[in-house]
C-alpha cells in the first residue's frame, strides 16, 4: 500500500505545467469540491507546491536576470520588450490558488478534530508559504475572501501587509499547535504523519520520540517566518510591528538543512524532479531548454568580470568560463544556440550519463534530485542582514552568517541528485591530491577576489559600513539562488537593489540585466511586478485593482 500511494503522489503533478494527471486533486474546480481524504489531499498538495516552486523559477529565469535568447531565432516578443500584458505568466496565479484550495481543503477537514493537530499545522504552513509567494509578485491579491468555493466567486482583495500579517499569525499559531502536539499526553490520541503523507520531511515520528520530526517543519515555518518579517521591517510603516517579532523566533530555531521536497523522484515519464524536468533533460535525454544560453550579467559574477568563482562557476555552467552567454534583447549577439548534439546543456557541467551514475553536480543534477523549497543559504543571508540590522543581536554583525551563506551555497551544489556530496570535496591526499574541502573553497573564494573592484562582496571583514554589508549579503543571496529560485533572487533585488545595477553603463550587457529592448519607463528599465491575470478582470472585475503597472506599481516591500 505504502508503494502504491508513494506512485500516485508522485505522478500527482510533477511539473509547473503538470503532464501528467493530478490524479489526487480534489479541487479542479475550486468552486466545486469533492470529497476526499485529506490524508491524500496533503501529499499531492506539497508535491504540488515543489513544482510550482520549480515554475516559479522558471518563471523568472528572464525577468530575474538569468537568461537570455540566442541568435537566430525571433518571436520572443514581450521576452524581449518587456511589454508583458495580463496574459503573461498567467500560472502562477492560478496554479497558487489551485494549490492553496487543497491545503484549505485540509484545514476544513480536520477541522474540530484535535488529534490531526500535525496534518492541520503541515496545511497551514504550506498555505502561508503559497500565498507569500504569491504577494511576493502581484501585492494585493484575494486572501481572506478567497477559497470559499461558491461562497465567495467574486473574493474581496486584501492590502499585501495585511496578508503578510496574517500570514505570521498562521505560522506562529502553527508553531505553537505543533509544540503542544509533541507534548500532549499519549491519552490525547495525537496521530502521527506517516511518511508517504510528508514527501518533505517524511513523517512526524511516533508518541515515543515525541514526535521529533515535527521539530523541521516548525523549522521550516520559523524561516519562512523570518524571511517575511525582513522583508516587512525593512517598510518604515511596519518596522515597529515587525521588529519586536523577531526575538521570537530565536527559540524555534531555524532549517538546518536545505529543506527539498522529494517524494521519490525518477527517470519516468510524469515522474521526474520538477527541477530537473525544466532545467534538465526529458526522459530521452534531451535537452529541455534549447534557445536559451546564460547572461552576460549573471556570468559575471563568476568570470572574474564583477567577482571570480571558478569553483561554482564550473559546476553550475557547461565549459566555464567559455560558456555561451548572450545580452536579453541582443538579436545581433554572435551567440550560437544553447546545446547541441549530444545535448548537453549549459546549465549542467555534466553529461546525462554523469547524472544517471549521480556523478552530476550543480544545479541540473538528476531526474531524481529532490525540489529546493527552501535553501539553508538563503537562511544565512537572512540571519545576517537581520543581524546586520539589529533585528536579532550578534556581536560579529553577521560576519558568520555571511560565511555560511556562501559555504552553504557550495555545498548544495557539489551535492548529487541522492544529496551525496562530491568525493573530490576532501582533504587533499596522495590518492587525490586536487581534492579541496568546501571550507578551503571558500576561504579561496574571500582570497582570489582580493583584487576586485568590491572584494567586500566576498571578505565581508572589507564591509566597512552597514550599506556595504547589506550590499554584499544581498549579492550573495543573489548568487546563491540563481537559476535554483530565481524568484526569490528577483525579490532581493527588487527589495534591495542589489547586486547594483548600472543604468547606461559602459558594459550594457554585464552593468544591467535590462533587455536591449526593455520598454520599461522605470529608472533601471526592470520590471517592478506582474500584472493581475486578465480572467480576474473577466470574471472579478468589481474587485480586480485597475491601473496596475508594470514599471511603476511596487510590492509594498519595495521601498529601495
Same mark, same amino acid.
Given at each position: 500500500?505504502?508503494?502504491?500511494? $508513494?506512485?500516485?503522489?508522485?505522478?500527482?503533478?510533477?511539473?509547473?505545467?503538470?503532464s501528467?494527471?493530478?490524479?489526487?486533486?480534489?479541487?479542479?474546480?475550486?468552486?466545486?469540491?469533492?470529497?476526499?481524504?485529506?490524508?491524500?489531499?496533503?501529499?499531492q498538495?506539497?508535491?504540488?507546491?515543489?513544482?510550482?516552486?520549480s515554475?516559479?523559477?522558471?518563471?523568472?529565469?528572464?525577468?530575474?536576470?538569468?537568461?537570455?535568447?540566442?541568435?537566430?531565432? /525571433? /518571436?520572443?516578443?514581450?521576452?524581449?520588450t518587456?511589454?508583458?500584458?495580463?496574459?503573461?505568466?498567467?500560472?502562477?496565479?492560478?496554479?497558487?490558488?489551485?494549490?492553496?484550495?487543497?491545503?484549505?481543503?485540509?484545514?476544513?477537514?480536520?477541522?474540530?478534530?484535535?488529534?490531526?493537530?500535525?496534518?492541520?499545522?503541515?496545511?497551514?504552513?504550506?498555505k502561508?508559504?503559497?500565498?507569500?509567494? #504569491?504577494?511576493?509578485?502581484?501585492?494585493?491579491?484575494?486572501y481572506?475572501?478567497?477559497?470559499k468555493?461558491?461562497?465567495?466567486? %467574486?473574493?474581496?482583495?486584501?492590502?499585501?501587509?495585511?496578508?503578510?500579517?496574517d500570514?505570521?499569525?498562521?505560522?506562529?499559531?502553527?508553531?505553537? *499547535?505543533?509544540?503542544?502536539?509533541?507534548?500532549?499526553?499519549?491519552?490525547?490520541?495525537?496521530?502521527?504523519?506517516?511518511?508517504?503523507?510528508?514527501?518533505?520531511?517524511k513523517?512526524?515520528?511516533?508518541?515515543?520520540?515525541?514526535?521529533?520530526?515535527?521539530?523541521?517543519?516548525k523549522?521550516?515555518a520559523?524561516?519562512?517566518? #523570518?524571511?517575511?518579517?525582513?522583508?516587512?521591517?525593512?517598510?518604515?510603516?511596519?518596522?515597529?510591528?515587525?521588529?519586536?517579532?523577531?526575538?521570537?523566533?530565536?527559540?524555534v530555531?531555524?532549517?538546518q538543512?536545505?529543506?527539498?521536497?522529494?517524494p521519490?523522484?525518477?527517470?519516468? %515519464?510524469?515522474?521526474?524532479? @520538477?527541477?530537473?524536468?525544466?532545467?534538465g533533460?526529458?526522459?530521452?535525454?534531451?535537452?529541455?531548454?534549447?534557445?536559451?544560453?546564460?547572461?552576460?550579467?549573471?556570468?559575471?559574477?563568476?568570470?572574474?568580470? =564583477?567577482?571570480?568563482?571558478?569553483?561554482?562557476?564550473?559546476v553550475?555552467f557547461r565549459?566555464?568560463?567559455? $560558456?555561451?552567454?548572450?545580452?536579453?534583447?541582443?538579436?545581433?549577439?554572435?551567440?550560437?544556440? *544553447?546545446?547541441?548534439?549530444?545535448?548537453?546543456?549549459?546549465?549542467?557541467? *555534466?553529461?546525462?550519463?554523469? *547524472?544517471?551514475?549521480g556523478?552530476?553536480?550543480?544545479i541540473?543534477?538528476?531526474?531524481?534530485?529532490?525540489?529546493?523549497?527552501?535553501?539553508?543559504?538563503?537562511?544565512?543571508?537572512?540571519?545576517?542582514?537581520?543581524?546586520?540590522?539589529?533585528?536579532?543581536?550578534?556581536?560579529?554583525?553577521?560576519?558568520?552568517?555571511?560565511?555560511?551563506?556562501?559555504?552553504?551555497?557550495?555545498?548544495?551544489?557539489?551535492?548529487?541528485?541522492?544529496?551525496? &556530496?562530491? @568525493?573530490?570535496?576532501?582533504? @587533499?591526499?596522495?590518492?587525490?591530491p586536487?581534492?579541496?574541502?568546501?571550507?578551503?573553497?571558500?576561504?579561496?573564494?574571500?582570497t582570489?577576489?582580493?583584487?576586485?573592484?568590491?572584494?567586500?562582496?566576498?571578505?565581508y571583514? #572589507?564591509? &566597512?559600513?552597514?550599506?556595504?554589508?547589506?550590499e554584499?549579503?544581498?549579492?550573495? =543571496?543573489?548568487?546563491? #539562488?540563481a537559476?535554483i529560485?530565481?524568484?526569490?533572487?528577483?525579490?532581493?533585488?527588487?527589495?534591495?537593489?542589489?547586486?547594483a545595477?548600472?543604468?547606461n553603463?559602459?558594459?550594457?550587457s554585464?552593468?544591467?540585466?535590462?533587455? =536591449?529592448?526593455?520598454?520599461?519607463?522605470s529608472?533601471?528599465?526592470?520590471?517592478?511586478?506582474?500584472?493581475? @491575470?486578465?480572467?480576474?478582470?473577466?470574471?472579478?472585475?468589481?474587485?480586480?485593482?485597475?491601473?496596475?503597472?508594470?514599471?511603476?506599481?511596487?510590492?509594498?516591500?519595495?521601498?529601495?
Amino acid at each position: 500500500m505504502k508503494k502504491i500511494l $508513494t506512485r500516485l503522489i508522485i505522478c500527482a503533478v510533477v511539473m509547473f505545467l503538470a503532464s501528467c494527471e493530478k490524479f489526487l486533486d480534489v479541487n479542479v474546480n475550486p468552486n466545486n469540491a469533492t470529497d476526499s481524504n485529506a490524508d491524500l489531499v496533503l501529499p499531492q498538495a506539497i508535491v504540488a507546491t515543489a513544482a510550482h516552486t520549480s515554475g516559479f523559477n522558471q518563471s523568472m529565469n528572464v525577468p530575474g536576470g538569468f537568461f537570455a535568447g540566442v541568435a537566430g531565432v /525571433g /518571436g520572443y516578443g514581450a521576452t524581449y520588450t518587456w511589454a508583458y500584458t495580463t496574459n503573461s505568466f498567467t500560472a502562477m496565479w492560478t496554479n497558487t490558488y489551485d494549490n492553496a484550495n487543497d491545503y484549505q481543503y485540509v484545514i476544513a477537514t480536520n477541522a474540530g478534530d484535535p488529534q490531526l493537530v500535525f496534518t492541520t499545522s503541515i496545511a497551514r504552513i504550506m498555505k502561508a508559504y503559497a500565498f507569500a509567494r #504569491l504577494v511576493d509578485q502581484y501585492n494585493d491579491v484575494p486572501y481572506s475572501d478567497a477559497l470559499k468555493g461558491v461562497g465567495s466567486l %467574486a473574493p474581496k482583495y486584501d492590502k499585501a501587509e495585511d496578508i503578510y500579517k496574517d500570514l505570521i499569525k498562521e505560522l506562529t499559531e502553527s508553531i505553537n *499547535a505543533i509544540s503542544a502536539g509533541q507534548v500532549a499526553p499519549i491519552s490525547a490520541g495525537i496521530k502521527a504523519v506517516a511518511s508517504p503523507i510528508d514527501p518533505l520531511y517524511k513523517g512526524s515520528g511516533t508518541f515515543a520520540t515525541s514526535f521529533s520530526g515535527m521539530d523541521k517543519w516548525k523549522r521550516f515555518a520559523n524561516s519562512l517566518r #523570518l524571511r517575511m518579517l525582513v522583508k516587512m521591517a525593512g517598510v518604515p510603516s511596519l518596522n515597529a510591528y515587525a521588529t519586536p517579532l523577531f526575538a521570537t523566533t530565536a527559540s524555534v530555531g531555524y532549517i538546518q538543512e536545505d529543506a527539498l521536497c522529494n517524494p521519490g523522484y525518477t527517470k519516468e %515519464a510524469g515522474r521526474q524532479s @520538477p527541477q530537473w524536468n525544466n532545467m534538465g533533460a526529458s526522459i530521452s535525454d534531451l535537452a529541455t531548454i534549447t534557445q536559451n544560453v546564460p547572461t552576460k550579467w549573471i556570468l559575471s559574477f563568476y568570470n572574474g568580470v =564583477k567577482l571570480a568563482d571558478p569553483v561554482r562557476g564550473s559546476v553550475s555552467f557547461r565549459s566555464f568560463p567559455n $560558456t555561451n552567454s548572450n545580452q536579453l534583447g541582443d538579436e545581433t549577439s554572435g551567440s550560437v544556440a *544553447a546545446v547541441a548534439p549530444p545535448y548537453n546543456a549549459w546549465y549542467s557541467a *555534466a553529461t546525462w550519463a554523469d *547524472a544517471a551514475a549521480g556523478n552530476a553536480y550543480g544545479i541540473a543534477k538528476g531526474p531524481a534530485q529532490g525540489q529546493p523549497m527552501f535553501l539553508l543559504s538563503e537562511l544565512n543571508f537572512l540571519l545576517a542582514e537581520a543581524q546586520v540590522r539589529n533585528y536579532i543581536p550578534a556581536g560579529d554583525l553577521g560576519a558568520a552568517a555571511f560565511k555560511a551563506g556562501i559555504t552553504a551555497s557550495f555545498d548544495y551544489l557539489y551535492r548529487n541528485q541522492n544529496g551525496v &556530496l562530491n @568525493p573530490a570535496k576532501v582533504a @587533499p591526499s596522495a590518492s587525490c591530491p586536487t581534492c579541496t574541502t568546501i571550507a578551503t573553497d571558500v576561504d579561496n573564494y574571500i582570497t582570489n577576489n582580493a583584487g576586485a573592484a568590491k572584494p567586500y562582496l566576498v571578505n565581508y571583514a #572589507l564591509a &566597512l559600513t552597514a550599506a556595504q554589508k547589506i550590499e554584499a549579503i544581498s549579492t550573495q =543571496k543573489y548568487i546563491a #539562488l540563481a537559476n535554483i529560485m530565481n524568484d526569490e533572487a528577483f525579490n532581493e533585488y527588487k527589495r534591495t537593489g542589489f547586486p547594483a545595477v548600472i543604468t547606461n553603463g559602459p558594459n550594457s550587457s554585464t552593468d544591467t540585466f535590462a533587455s =536591449k529592448q526593455s520598454v520599461a519607463t522605470s529608472p533601471d528599465k526592470i520590471i517592478t511586478r506582474f500584472l493581475y @491575470p486578465q480572467e480576474e478582470y473577466n470574471l472579478n472585475a468589481g474587485n480586480a485593482k485597475p491601473g496596475i503597472s508594470l514599471y511603476t506599481s511596487k510590492i509594498f516591500w519595495d521601498v529601495n
